[in-house]
């Protein structure tokens, strides 16, 4: 009796798993989902190009040092960079002097506390300091930008899908609102279209807006593309700085399984192949005249 309701209700379980899919592959056909406007205006990031991309890519340390100019003359007076030392600007090919120069000349000084008295104050920073928020708190921040939290971007191109392109895309994307844009969608007074955000609205403004905004030291032409991409170079390098050492592991690597296969290889040509090649001729297992009287042997066993 258990084992006959038990096939009942594997089969009442079947019947229900079945219906259940067929009502829904019904109702997606009679009725599909419609996409969203933000999923209709919403563009993939652009294709972009970096010298570090690929198994076996590398900084460019001149794009890298431009990136971080664009960084210092235009990011930082809103966003932080506070998982990134001064020091480890050496990366880019800054000497000790010129990054010590770069940390005491900072726009913004880091938050300290004073010895004797307790009470806050600011210092000069250090190479050995994290470059420091340019606001006080999360309420200083949203209040100089209207409510919005410019994001930290040690970690952006990380933490946002599509990585370096994404940046590039997001900087150089700013578009006139589309006439078919629903108005309930479109920006408000201290918001900016841009097709690459994910809802299509953003509270930051173009922060490139002309070319030559950045004059860089190596004849560079600074038009906003190329800050943009130069700026997205150097946020790929914050999120990853390692990124050369873990290429160079990967290659050694590699190169360590390609040795050990040749070898293994080998030792099986000679080991199992050319070594139980002789052992079996010099046996005399696979001579004709053996196998023939073993085989003889063996019929004259069984008549017997």
């Known amino acids: 009796m258990v084992r006959v309701l038990g096939i009942l209700a594997g089969i009442l379980m079947v019947f229900v798993s079945l219906w259940s899919f067929g009502h829904g592959v019904y109702a997606f056909i009679s009725s599909p989902p419609q996409k969203s406007v933000e999923k209709r205006f919403h563009e993939e990031p652009r294709p972009l190009a970096l010298a570090s991309d690929g198994l076996f890519g590398k900084y460019d340390r001149e794009q890298l040092q431009r990136g971080f100019q664009v960084y210092k003359e235009v990011c930082s007076s809103c966003h932080s960079l506070k998982l990134v030392a ?5 990366d ?11 940390a005491t000349n900072w726009q913004v000084e880091v938050p300290d506390v004073d010895p004797k008295t307790g009470d806050p104050k600011g210092r000069k920073a250090l190479p050995s300091d994290h470059f420091p ?25 990380k933490a946002r899908e599509g990585g370096p392109a994404y940046v590039y ?18 920006p408000g007074p201290t918001l900016h279209y ?20 950045v004059s860089y030291a190596d004849g560079t032409k600074p038009t906003i593309d190329q800050m943009a991409k130069d700026i997205a170079a150097f946020l790929a390098w914050t999120a990853e700085p390692r990124l050369e050492n873990r290429h160079a592991d990967g290659e050694v ?13 080998m030792a099986y040509q000679n080991v ?10 010099r046996t005399g297992v696979l001579d004709p005249e053996n196998m023939a009287k073993r085989d003889a042997a063996s019929a004259g066993g069984l008549d017997g």
């Not at 097709?195 to 070319?211: Q, V």
């Not at 199992?272 to 001729?281: F, K, L, Y």
């Open 194 to 213: 841009n097709p690459w955000f994910a809802n299509l609205n953003i509270a930051m403004p173009p922060p490139l807006k002309s070319d030559g905004q």
């Open 133 to 157: 928020s340019p606001f006080q708190n999360e309420v200083a921040a949203r209040a100089a930008n209207n409510n919005a939290l410019p994001p930290d971007l040690s970690l952006i191109t």
């Open 272 to 281: 199992w192949h050319g070594g139980a090649s002789r052992a079996v001729r």
């Open 253 to 265: 690597t590699l190169l360590f399984l390609l040795i050990a296969t040749i070898l293994a290889y």
């Open 169 to 186: 895309s997001l900087i150089t994307g700013y578009r006139p609102v589309p006439a078919n844009l629903p108005a309930e969608n479109r």
């Open 92 to 102: 880019l090919g800054y000497s000790e002097a010129e990054v010590k120069a770069i």
């Open 86 to 90: 001064f020091r480890n600007l050496q």
